[in-house]
């Protein structure tokens, strides 16, 4: 069994940071990527920032240059460094694990962006 947790999520002034950081733990042999989504109210969760086992990076368009998501490969760990937040930037944020063929999701954590 895996479990995926998020934290880090809280409310901050556009303009702000936040960084947010996932684990997963239970029996893990080896992660293939770690995601972050996000879901604003009444939206369709979207995918914001990917991190492969190599380390290859992707991000969504509207948070190139703004967001960066890392990973420690030992901690089974992926974090996400938000700055120039933007009140779109509001929503429920997803950690998502794949582990082989297997999807992990943690319960997400909110971040809310005030104008």
């Known amino acids: 069994q895996v479990q995926v947790a998020e934290s880090g999520g809280g409310l901050v002034q556009a303009g702000g940071s936040l960084r947010l950081s996932c684990a997963a733990s239970?029996?893990?042999?080896?992660?293939?990527?770690m995601n972050w989504y996000r879901q604003a109210p009444g939206k369709q969760r979207e995918l914001v920032a990917t991190i492969v086992a190599a380390g290859s990076v992707g991000y969504a368009d509207s948070v190139k240059g703004r967001f960066t998501i890392s990973r420690s490969n030992a901690k089974n760990s992926a974090y996400l460094q938000m700055n120039s937040l933007k009140p779109e930037d509001t929503g429920v944020y997803y950690c998502?694990?794949?582990?082989?063929?297997?999807?992990?999701w943690g319960q997400g954590t909110q971040v809310t962006v005030s104008s």
């Open positions: 239970g029996t893990i042999l080896s992660v293939n990527a």
């Open positions: 998502n694990v794949l582990l082989g063929p297997y999807n992990y």
